[in-house]
């Protein structure tokens, strides 16, 4: 379950620093927001690939 716990806290890192660019007009929060997203895709595929082998076992 700590994958479901890293997902957790990278979706809410990311939340803060698009709310941070979107509210308050932050350009460096929207860098930010926008390399959560990059390691929230390599996440996601990572467990949808673990998920994938380990319904192949059996």
Do not use: C, H, P, W
């Amino acid at each position: 379950m700590s994958r479901v716990s890293e997902l957790q806290n990278l979706v809410e890192s990311t939340t803060a620093e698009m709310e941070k660019f979107y509210d308050k007009g932050n350009k460096a929060a929207g860098t930010r927001a926008r390399k959560g997203l990059q390691d929230l895709k390599k996440l996601a595929q990572e467990i949808r690939l673990e998920i994938q082998a380990k319904k192949n076992a059996g």
